[in-house]
Nanobody, 119 residues
Framework: QVQLVESGGGLVQAGGSLRVSCAASRLTFSVGAMGWFRQAPGKEREFVSRITWRSGSTDYADSVKGRFTISRDNAKNTVYLQMTNLKPEDTAVYYC????????????WGQGTQVTVSS
C-alpha cells in the first residue's frame, strides 16, 4: 500500500514562509505526478499545485502563483511545497497526493499537515 507522509506544517505569521514535504514509499508503479491540495474549515478540498515526475513541469492555482513553489527529489520520492508571503486565507490542512503515470486523477493521498497563518 502506497504511503505518503507529510511534514513541515505549523503556525506562522502573515507574510512568513513555510515549507511542507511529502515522502512517498511503497510505490509499486511509475509516478506520473505529485501534487498538493488543501482544505480549509467549512470548504471543499482545492488544488494547490502539481509537478510531473519525469519532466518536472509545474502547475499552480491562481491564488498561490508567485508565492508558492513546488519541487521534487526523484531519488527520495519526495515533493516539497515552499510557501512564501503567506496569508491568513492560506490556512488549511495541506494534503499530498500521487497520480500514477498515464492516469488522469490523483488516487493516493496522505493524511495531511496543518498550516495556520495568523494575521
Amino acid at each position: 500500500q502506497v504511503q505518503l507522509v507529510e511534514s513541515g506544517g505549523g503556525l506562522v505569521q502573515a507574510g512568513g514562509s513555510l515549507r511542507v514535504s511529502c515522502a512517498a514509499s511503497r510505490l509499486t508503479f511509475s509516478v506520473g505526478a505529485m501534487g498538493w491540495f488543501r482544505q480549509a474549515p467549512g470548504k471543499e478540498r482545492e488544488f494547490v499545485s502539481r509537478i510531473t515526475w519525469r519532466s518536472g513541469s509545474t502547475d499552480y492555482a491562481d491564488s498561490v502563483k508567485g508565492r508558492f513553489t513546488i519541487s521534487r527529489d526523484n531519488a527520495k520520492n519526495t515533493v516539497y511545497l515552499q510557501m512564501t508571503n503567506l496569508k491568513p486565507e492560506d490556512t488549511a490542512v495541506y494534503y499530498c497526493a500521487v497520480r500514477r503515470y498515464l492516469d488522469s486523477t490523483f488516487n493516493y493521498w496522505g493524511q495531511g499537515t496543518q498550516v495556520t497563518v495568523s494575521s
